[in-house]
């Protein structure tokens, strides 16, 4: 049974997110993208087996459906994926949780 695509925007928080073999390697955290411009750069993911967020580009992002984020990405490429460096923080507001149009809101993180 196929899964449900959807866009960027809709990924779900903490989604798993599945090498090309179908193997989860970790869960989805963040979006990275400008959603005025609805530019996809890629996404965050927390790796499963180690407390480690890297940072997938969205040229390596298969296809983001429903209930998961498939990447094209095979299982001896996941230990080469950079280390996620954030350059600026966002928190979602009242609007929403990876909503369809989340409010954002710009916060210091020191």
Do not use: C
Not at 28 to 33: N, R, V
Not at 90 to 102: D, N, S
């Amino acid at each position: 049974m196929d899964e449900q695509q959807v866009a960027w925007i809709d990924m779900g928080y903490r989604s798993p997110v599945l090498d090309s073999e179908g193997h989860q390697i970790g869960t989805a955290e963040s979006l990275l993208g400008d959603e005025k411009e609805d530019i996809f750069h890629g996404i965050v993911v927390k790796l499963k087996d180690h407390n480690r967020h890297v940072e997938v580009p969205a040229a390596q992002v298969a296809k983001i459906t429903l209930n998961n984020v498939h990447l094209s990405v095979n299982p001896d490429q996941v230990a080469g994926l950079h280390d996620y460096k954030e350059e600026r923080w966002f928190h979602l507001g009242w609007g929403g949780l990876f909503r369809k149009h989340p409010n954002w809101q710009e916060t210091d993180r020191t």
